[in-house]
């Protein structure tokens, strides 16, 4: 098998000389390299680039071969290229190798050198190959390998993994710190794009198909969105991940998107707890402001009452005086009753810790029941219990009793004097949590008109001795204190069913 | 200058009535006077008595009071207005120091007329009855 047809040379030129031009256009250097069995390494031919790669001479390079060794390549680099040789020559593979020498003129340049050995059958082998400068790949490389260094511990140090969309085959490129967060073994990996999102908590897909869409749809510069993942422990991680589209096909369609995930569930759960302490420090400021109102006008208007007398007994006759110190007790009175309803309001809304126990309702229930016997019995009120015998709420147990009471004597104080009176207990859970409706089937009351009213301080809606108003006000604040809510739902002449939430979450 | 014969004194707090009484009277007010313990009374008597042009000179209006307050007074009271043969001038007196029912009773401008603070003093009385 012939390689070439021989050549066309018309002008004399000798074969030889015409090689020789061909192979001085190479930008390499080319060579052959003969070991002799003698263990004798011999360069049979080098070309004249060597004068560049090296800054030999031919001569030089064939006859005093060893001032390449002595003087050019680099002697950390002269193990490397000697073994490598060997076993080159030895196994009869290809022999690659690179190099650094060190020239008079250039410098230190990177080289690589390649070659393929033939067996003789006098057993020498010739190699035949190429030196190549690689300085400048070599120098691309290395600021390669810097700049993908630098990115890849910056992502460390950052905690952020990456994602890269291949929106075609709708697979994802995951780096290991995404798998991280997924509490899954630290590798990249390339799995479909269902993966990750299966495991999105429910509440964030809608959230997170409205971010894609924005930026989509060109509303957002980028894309943004904070989620939950589920992890292998199977506990939720905050995630902010962003992106960008990077590649489009020709018809503008989206091909690819890359962006970073970064776990953001430390400041997520702190800003959460901090949300919640805001949300507590503003309601018990509400509280507070709240109470200061009712503070400042209950006791003003019994101090109001005070200075009046004190002002008329002045100027009063003898006779009148006698009326105005049985006002002065009544002022008294009223004082005194009122600074216990303070207090009362204050332990509620300001005790830190109350104690909560588990309390049996349906047992609670008939304790009252048992103590209000006489009320019940003489308004003939008819008591219907719905509530299972095991039904427990975790509640303080003087709340529960208040609570109950109020609601009861209620029901009964504002039962109507054309039916016979009902009350009706019935225990269910909504929404996961306990709740007690108490209806009864008395004078009821208009809600739109007392919507806002109802629950407030000394705030009555019947003409009824017993009136005081105080009972729901501070019913509420204990049931609130519990972290439960009360609902009312009335219709005059009807009936009135107060619900109480209970919650037990903590 | 014209003389207030009538008034009506709407607050649920009995002691109050009995002080205001003989506040007037130390002071020498002569005026025919109606207490009230609620709004909701009060609006009745009004218009009871709207035929026969009884409508009283001048109202003092607590703010918190049972069944119906202040505020639903107000409501009621203009509603009632146009029906009247006139207008009774009313003065809110209340325990209320916040801002909230004092700024509230800005927004009833042309009903009512004032806003005092209890406890009610001389002075007061002076600047009520003087129109």
Same mark, same amino acid.
């Given at each position: 098998?012939?390689?070439?047809?021989?050549?066309d040379i018309?002008?004399g030129?000798?074969l030889?000389d015409?090689?020789? @031009?061909?192979?001085n256009?190479?930008?390499?250097?080319?060579?052959?390299l003969?070991?002799?069995?003698?263990n004798?390494y011999s360069?049979?031919?080098?070309?004249?680039?060597?004068?560049?790669?090296?800054?030999?001479?031919?001569?030089?390079?064939?006859?005093?071969?060893?001032i390449?060794?002595e003087e050019?390549?680099?002697?950390e680099d002269?193990?490397?290229?000697?073994?490598?040789?060997?076993?080159?020559?030895?196994?009869?593979t290809s022999?690659?190798?690179?190099?650094?020498?060190?020239?008079?003129?250039?410098g230190?340049?990177?080289?690589?050198?390649?070659?393929?050995p033939?067996?003789?059958?006098?057993?020498?082998?010739?190699?035949?190959?190429?030196?190549s400068?690689?300085t400048?790949?070599?120098?691309?490389?290395?600021k390669?390998?810097?700049?993908?260094?630098?990115f890849?511990?910056?992502?460390?140090?950052?905690?952020?993994?990456?994602?890269?969309?291949?929106m075609?085959?709708?697979?994802?490129y995951?780096?290991?710190?995404?798998m991280?967060?997924?509490?899954l073994?630290?590798e990249?990996?390339?799995?479909?794009?269902?993966?990750?999102?299966?495991?999105?908590?429910?509440?964030?897909?809608l959230?997170?198909?409205?971010?894609?869409?924005?930026y989509f749809?060109?509303?957002?510069?980028s894309?943004?969105?904070?989620?939950r993942?589920?992890?292998?422990?199977g506990?939720?991680r905050?995630v902010?991940?962003?992106g960008?589209?990077?590649?489009?096909?020709?018809?503008?369609?989206?091909?690819?998107?890359?962006g970073?995930?970064?776990d953001?569930?430390?400041?997520?759960?702190?800003?959460i707890q901090?949300?919640n302490?805001?949300?507590?420090?503003?309601s018990?400021?509400?509280?507070?402001?709240?109470?200061a109102h009712?503070?400042?006008h209950?006791?003003?208007?019994?101090?109001?009452?005070?200075?009046?007398?004190?002002?008329?007994?002045?100027?009063?006759?003898?006779?009148?005086?006698?009326?105005?110190?049985?006002?002065?007790?009544?002022?008294?009175?009223?004082?005194?009753?009122?600074?216990i309803?303070? @207090?009362e309001?204050?332990?509620i809304?300001?005790?830190?810790k109350?104690v909560?126990?588990?309390l049996?309702?349906?047992h609670?229930?008939?304790n009252i029941?048992n103590i209000?016997?006489n009320?019940?019995?003489?308004?003939?009120v008819?008591?219907?219990i719905?509530i299972?015998?095991?039904?427990?709420?975790?509640?303080?147990?003087?709340?529960?009793?208040?609570v109950?009471?109020?609601?009861?004597?209620?029901?009964?104080?504002?039962?109507s004097p054309?039916?016979?009176?009902?009350?009706s207990?019935?225990?269910?859970?909504i929404?996961?949590?306990?709740?007690?409706?108490i209806?009864?089937?008395?004078?009821?009351l208009?809600?739109?008109?007392?919507?806002n009213?109802?629950?407030?301080?000394?705030?009555?809606?019947?003409?009824?001795?017993?009136?005081?108003?105080i009972?729901?006000?501070?019913? @509420?604040?204990?049931v609130?204190?519990m972290?439960?809510?009360?609902?009312?739902?009335?219709?005059?002449n009807?009936?009135?069913?107060?619900k109480?939430?209970?919650?037990?979450e903590d | 200058?014209?003389?207030i014969e009538?008034?009506?004194?709407?607050?649920?707090?009995?002691?109050?009535?009995?002080?205001?009484?003989?506040?007037?009277?130390?002071?020498?007010?002569?005026?025919?006077?109606?207490?009230?313990?609620?709004?909701?009374?009060?609006?009745e008597h009004?218009?009871?008595?709207?035929?026969?042009?009884?409508?009283?000179d001048?109202?003092?209006?607590?703010?918190?009071?049972?069944?119906?307050?202040?505020?639903?007074?107000?409501?009621?009271y203009?509603?009632?207005l146009?029906?009247?043969?006139?207008?009774?001038?009313?003065?809110?007196?209340?325990?209320?120091n916040?801002?909230?029912?004092?700024?509230?009773?800005?927004?009833?401008?042309?009903?009512?007329?004032?806003?005092?603070?209890?406890?009610?003093?001389?002075?007061?009385l002076?600047?009520?009855?003087?129109l």
């Amino acid at each position: 098998m012939e390689f070439f047809d021989m050549p066309d040379i018309h002008d004399g030129e000798s074969l030889n000389d015409f090689y020789k @031009k061909l192979l001085n256009q190479v930008p390499d250097l080319i060579f052959k390299l003969v070991w002799r069995p003698s263990n004798f390494y011999s360069v049979a031919f080098v070309s004249e680039r060597v004068s560049e790669i090296f800054e030999l001479s031919v001569d030089q390079f064939i006859g005093e071969t060893e001032i390449f060794f002595e003087e050019r390549l680099f002697p950390e680099d002269k193990d490397g290229f000697t073994i490598t040789l060997e076993i080159a020559r030895k196994k009869l593979t290809s022999w690659h190798y690179e190099f650094r020498v060190n020239l008079p003129e250039q410098g230190i340049k990177w080289m690589r050198v390649s070659a393929k050995p033939e067996l003789h059958p006098n057993g020498s082998v010739h190699f035949y190959g190429r030196v190549s400068d690689v300085t400048e790949q070599k120098e691309y490389e290395k600021k390669l390998q810097v700049s993908e260094e630098r990115f890849k511990h910056a992502l460390q140090a950052a905690s952020d993994g990456i994602w890269d969309w291949d929106m075609c085959k709708n697979t994802v490129y995951f780096s290991a710190p995404s798998m991280k967060i997924l509490g899954l073994e630290e590798e990249e990996t390339i799995i479909p794009l269902d993966f990750w999102r299966n495991r999105m908590h429910p509440d964030d897909i809608l959230l997170h198909e409205n971010a894609r869409k924005a930026y989509f749809e060109g509303d957002a510069p980028s894309f943004e969105c904070i989620y939950r993942v589920l992890n292998e422990n199977g506990k939720y991680r905050w995630v902010l991940s962003r992106g960008k589209v990077v590649s489009y096909d020709d018809n503008g369609e989206s091909t690819r998107a890359i962006g970073t995930h970064k776990d953001i569930t430390d400041i997520k759960e702190k800003e959460i707890q901090l949300a919640n302490t805001i949300n507590i420090i503003g309601s018990q400021n509400n509280k507070l402001s709240n109470f200061a109102h009712i503070v400042s006008h209950n006791l003003r208007s019994h101090a109001g009452n005070l200075k009046m007398l004190i002002d008329i007994f002045k100027g009063a006759e003898e006779e009148e005086k006698e009326e105005m110190l049985t006002q002065l007790e009544a002022i008294s009175d009223g004082l005194y009753v009122t600074i216990i309803h303070l @207090k009362e309001l204050v332990d509620i809304q300001f005790e830190v810790k109350i104690v909560k126990e588990k309390l049996n309702l349906r047992h609670y229930l008939k304790n009252i029941l048992n103590i209000l016997h006489n009320e019940i019995k003489k308004h003939g009120v008819n008591i219907e219990i719905n509530i299972p015998i095991d039904a427990t709420v975790n509640y303080n147990p003087a709340y529960l009793e208040s609570v109950l009471l109020n609601f009861t004597t209620n029901a009964i104080k504002y039962s109507s004097p054309d039916r016979q009176p009902m009350i009706s207990y019935d225990f269910e859970m909504i929404d996961g949590q306990k709740a007690l409706s108490i209806t009864d089937n008395g004078l009821g009351l208009d809600i739109k008109k007392h919507k806002n009213s109802l629950f407030g301080m000394y705030k009555t809606f019947h003409k009824n001795q017993n009136a005081r108003g105080i009972g729901l006000f501070i019913t @509420k604040n204990q049931v609130e204190a519990m972290g439960g809510r009360i609902e009312v739902y009335s219709e005059v002449n009807k009936g009135t069913m107060f619900k109480i939430f209970f919650n037990e979450e903590d | 200058m014209k003389k207030i014969e009538s008034l009506y004194v709407i607050d649920d707090d009995k002691i109050y009535h009995f002080l205001f009484k003989n506040l007037l009277k130390q002071n020498g007010i002569d005026v025919n006077t109606t207490f009230f313990c609620n709004g909701s009374d009060a609006i009745e008597h009004i218009k009871e008595n709207k035929e026969n042009d009884n409508s009283p000179d001048l109202i003092l209006l607590d703010v918190n009071m049972p069944i119906m307050d202040g505020w639903q007074f107000l409501e009621e009271y203009s509603k009632v207005l146009p029906l009247l043969n006139k207008q009774s001038v009313i003065y809110m007196i209340s325990s209320s120091n916040n801002e909230v029912d004092i700024n509230k009773a800005k927004c009833y401008e042309g009903v009512v007329k004032d806003y005092y603070l209890k406890p009610i003093c001389k002075e007061d009385l002076d600047k009520i009855f003087i129109l």
